[in-house]
Structure formats: C-alpha cells, structure tokens
C-alpha cells in the first residue's frame, strides 16, 4: 500500500538558517505529492503540492521538488523565520476522483531567535 | 469562500459516554473525508464517503464509530462508547473531485479528550 516517510523531528534550527525536511514515499502509480502544515492548536493547511514527476511547488518560501526516480519529495526554506515554527506533514494522495490522502507522521519545527 | 466548518472545537468526555462531530465542507465539494490525528502522529483516514455514499469506510472501528453524510453535504462522526485511546483531533476535509490536482482541504478539527 502507499506509504510516506518523514525524517524525525523535533528539527530545531536558529532565524535565517537553512531548513530541509526530509520525505520519501512509496505508492503505485503516479501520486500527487502535497505538504501540510499544522500551527499550534490549528488544523491542516496546505502549503503546497506537485502533481507530476519534476514539478515544483512553492510557497511562502518554501519549495519542493517531485523526484520520481528518488521517490522523494523534499521540503526547503532558505531563511526560516521563528513564525515558521509549526509541524509539517509530507502527503500523497493516489490518482483519480476517490483520492485520499495517506500522512507521514509529522516533522515538528522550532526556530529560535 | 467559505473553507471547512467543523463543531464543537473542543470536547471533554468520560470514557463509555458518546459524542457527536459534526461537519459542512466547501460548497460543491462532492468528497468529505474524516480524518483521526492522535497526539503526535500524522492523521488518519477513518472514513471517505462520495457524496452520500461511503468509499473507503474500511480503518473505521464499526464497533464504536459511525458516520453519515445526509442528502451528500453535511456529515456526522459519532463515537459510542469512547473509549480512553479515542483521544485525537478528528479533522473533516473535502475534495471537489475532478479537476482539482486531487487538493484536500481541511477543517480545523475537533478535538477530543476521553477522561
């Protein structure tokens, strides 16, 4: 079945670092790849997504790149803000009209000042 | 445009007791999902239904959960009787179905406490 694999967290990281969070997935077919984000005491937000193999979505300054030969789909910032600090989830959803979403389990962030 | 509206935000109960969840997607969203996010671990779909008919219904524990998705808009997740580990965020979320890029957008959440 399809599968998602977030790096583990908690990822701590100082104002104006550099962040990566790892993800990598397992699925048949050619899935759309999403990143959620979920802010304290929030629900989910859609931060952005790919739908095919080389796409980049982007957003707020983060990015990530569909690598279907990786099978990953990496989450980037440049500068990270301490509003930044949330829980991101790396997400897939299988092709067609009943797609679902299957979740990683989350990677928290903390940035610091 | 309106997103996903879910109530109550907040729900404490004692284990044995029910409760209800109750959720209105997106106008014209034809897929409501429910989604179960325990403390820690990313969220889990317990129940996918296409307009009032159910699709994947198959993480749902039947014994303890139902739902329903009346005339295919509003939707109800009832728990009885709750049980200590039903403690979690239950998300509702929705899809248009077609011509999205199969984007999901979510409500944010009830959230419950089994005492």
């Known amino acids: 079945g399809d599968s998602v694999t977030q790096m583990e967290g908690p990822v701590t990281l100082s104002e104006e670092a550099f962040l990566t969070i790892n993800c990598t997935y397992t699925a048949t077919g050619y899935p759309s790849l999403f990143w959620y984000v979920q802010y304290p005491g929030e629900g989910l937000q859609l931060l952005l997504k790919a739908t095919k193999a080389d796409d980049k979505g982007s957003n707020k300054g983060f990015e990530a790149t569909y690598r279907k030969e990786t099978t990953s789909f990496h989450l980037e910032k440049g500068s990270v803000q301490v509003s930044d600090s949330a829980v991101y989830f790396c997400a897939l959803s299988s092709t067609g009209t009943a797609s679902k979403l299957t979740f990683g389990t989350g990677t928290r962030l903390q940035v610091t000042l | 445009e309106a997103g996903v509206a879910q109530s109550p935000r907040y729900k404490i109960i004692e284990k044995r007791q029910s409760v209800a969840f109750w959720c209105n997607p997106i106008?014209?969203?034809?897929?409501l999902y429910w989604y179960q996010q325990i403390l820690g671990q990313g969220p889990k779909l317990l129940i996918q239904f296409q307009n009032n008919g159910v699709v994947d219904d198959s993480q749902l524990p039947k014994d303890r959960f139902s739902a329903e998705r009346l005339k295919g808009v509003d939707s109800t997740l009832k728990i009885q009787p709750a049980k200590l580990e039903d403690s979690a965020v239950y998300l509702c979320a929705s899809n248009l179905g077609q011509g999205d890029g199969n984007t999901i957008y979510f409500g944010e959440g009830s959230w419950l406490t089994v005492v």
């Open positions: 106008s014209g969203h034809a897929t």
